[in-house]
Protein backbone atom coordinates (compact mmCIF):
# COMPACT_ATOMS: atom_id res chain seq x y z
CA UNK A 1 0.00 0.00 0.00
CA UNK A 2 1.51 3.31 -1.29
CA UNK A 3 2.12 5.96 1.69
CA UNK A 4 -0.37 8.66 2.29
CA UNK A 5 0.91 12.36 2.25
CA UNK A 6 0.37 15.40 4.14
CA UNK A 7 -2.37 16.47 2.05
CA UNK A 8 -4.40 13.02 1.64
CA UNK A 9 -4.46 12.98 5.54
CA UNK A 10 -5.75 16.57 5.58
CA UNK A 11 -8.50 15.44 3.13
CA UNK A 12 -9.40 12.62 4.89
CA UNK A 13 -9.05 14.63 8.46
CA UNK A 14 -11.99 17.23 6.67
CA UNK A 15 -14.04 14.50 5.24
CA UNK A 16 -14.10 13.02 9.17
CA UNK A 17 -14.96 16.15 10.47
CA UNK A 18 -17.69 16.89 8.53
CA UNK A 19 -19.13 13.24 9.73
CA UNK A 20 -19.04 14.46 12.86
CA UNK A 21 -20.56 17.40 12.70
CA UNK A 22 -23.97 15.92 9.99
CA UNK A 23 -24.40 13.94 13.65
CA UNK A 24 -24.00 16.97 15.90
CA UNK A 25 -26.52 18.90 13.80
CA UNK A 26 -24.06 21.50 12.51
CA UNK A 27 -25.69 21.00 8.74
CA UNK A 28 -29.54 22.15 8.07
CA UNK A 29 -29.19 20.29 5.23
CA UNK A 30 -27.64 17.48 2.41
CA UNK A 31 -26.58 16.81 -1.16
CA UNK A 32 -26.62 13.88 -2.54
CA UNK A 33 -25.72 13.54 -6.40
CA UNK A 34 -26.13 9.92 -7.46
CA UNK A 35 -22.83 8.60 -9.27
CA UNK A 36 -23.23 5.15 -10.35
CA UNK A 37 -22.32 4.45 -13.83
CA UNK A 38 -25.84 5.65 -15.38
CA UNK A 39 -25.45 8.70 -13.49
CA UNK A 40 -21.59 9.33 -14.77
CA UNK A 41 -22.38 8.72 -18.08
CA UNK A 42 -25.63 10.75 -18.20
CA UNK A 43 -23.80 13.82 -16.96
CA UNK A 44 -23.58 13.38 -13.33
CA UNK A 45 -20.38 14.99 -12.99
CA UNK A 46 -21.26 18.33 -14.32
CA UNK A 47 -24.24 18.47 -11.44
CA UNK A 48 -21.50 17.69 -8.86
CA UNK A 49 -19.65 20.52 -10.07
CA UNK A 50 -22.66 23.00 -10.57
CA UNK A 51 -23.86 22.14 -7.21
CA UNK A 52 -20.24 22.44 -5.45
CA UNK A 53 -20.02 25.43 -7.58
CA UNK A 54 -22.80 26.88 -5.76
CA UNK A 55 -21.79 25.96 -2.61
CA UNK A 56 -18.42 27.28 -2.84
CA UNK A 57 -19.23 30.73 -4.36
CA UNK A 58 -21.62 31.43 -1.74
CA UNK A 59 -19.71 30.25 1.45
CA UNK A 60 -21.70 28.19 2.15
CA UNK A 61 -20.73 25.58 5.36
CA UNK A 62 -24.32 23.90 6.76
CA UNK A 63 -24.92 22.06 3.96
CA UNK A 64 -23.47 19.06 3.58
CA UNK A 65 -22.27 17.78 0.41
CA UNK A 66 -21.50 13.55 -0.83
CA UNK A 67 -22.44 11.09 -3.36
CA UNK A 68 -24.15 8.27 -4.20
CA UNK A 69 -24.01 5.21 -6.22
CA UNK A 70 -27.00 3.65 -7.95
CA UNK A 71 -30.34 4.43 -7.09
CA UNK A 72 -31.91 2.05 -9.57
CA UNK A 73 -33.72 5.20 -11.61
CA UNK A 74 -31.26 5.26 -14.96
CA UNK A 75 -33.75 6.74 -17.15
CA UNK A 76 -34.00 9.49 -14.53
CA UNK A 77 -30.27 9.85 -14.65
CA UNK A 78 -28.74 12.58 -13.68
CA UNK A 79 -29.96 12.68 -10.11
CA UNK A 80 -29.70 14.56 -6.90
CA UNK A 81 -31.49 13.83 -3.56
CA UNK A 82 -31.80 16.52 -1.33
CA UNK A 83 -32.39 16.54 2.21
CA UNK A 84 -33.00 19.49 4.56
CA UNK A 85 -33.64 19.48 8.18
CA UNK A 86 -37.43 18.57 8.93
CA UNK A 87 -38.50 17.73 5.63
CA UNK A 88 -38.64 14.63 3.58
CA UNK A 89 -35.75 13.82 1.15
CA UNK A 90 -36.57 15.25 -2.81
CA UNK A 91 -35.64 13.31 -5.53
CA UNK A 92 -35.12 15.32 -8.60
CA UNK A 93 -34.48 13.76 -11.66
CA UNK A 94 -32.73 14.69 -15.71
CA UNK A 95 -30.87 17.37 -14.43
CA UNK A 96 -29.20 20.21 -16.17
CA UNK A 97 -26.54 21.93 -14.67
CA UNK A 98 -28.78 25.21 -15.40
CA UNK A 99 -31.40 23.13 -13.53
CA UNK A 100 -28.87 22.22 -10.31
CA UNK A 101 -28.58 25.72 -9.69
CA UNK A 102 -32.31 26.65 -9.98
CA UNK A 103 -32.44 23.70 -7.50
CA UNK A 104 -29.87 25.25 -5.39
CA UNK A 105 -31.81 28.28 -5.37
CA UNK A 106 -35.06 27.60 -4.86
CA UNK A 107 -34.80 24.34 -2.64
CA UNK A 108 -31.68 24.59 -0.55
CA UNK A 109 -31.80 28.49 -0.17
CA UNK A 110 -35.35 29.26 -0.30
CA UNK A 111 -36.99 26.08 0.90
CA UNK A 112 -39.43 25.76 -2.47
CA UNK A 113 -39.42 22.60 -3.67
CA UNK A 114 -38.85 23.19 -7.65
CA UNK A 115 -41.96 20.52 -8.57
CA UNK A 116 -41.25 20.36 -12.35
CA UNK A 117 -37.97 17.97 -11.78
CA UNK A 118 -38.94 16.30 -8.96
CA UNK A 119 -38.67 12.48 -9.28
CA UNK A 120 -40.13 11.45 -5.90
CA UNK A 121 -40.46 13.07 -2.50
CA UNK A 122 -40.25 10.45 0.61
CA UNK A 123 -37.44 8.20 1.41
CA UNK A 124 -37.66 4.26 1.26
CA UNK A 125 -35.98 4.02 4.84
CA UNK A 126 -37.74 2.11 7.36
CA UNK A 127 -37.51 2.73 10.86
Same mark, same amino acid.
Given at each position: ?????????????????????????????????????????????????AFL???????????? =??????? @????? +??? /?? #??? &??????????????????? =??????? @????? +??? /?? #??? &????
Amino acid at each position: MPKLTIDELRKMRESAKKEIYLREGEFKGKVIVHMGTCGIAAGARAIMSAFLDEIDNRGITDIM =FTSTGCA @GLCSE +EPM /VT #IEM &EGSAPVRYGKLTPDKAKRI =FDDHIIN @GDVVK +EFV /VG #IGS &ERVG
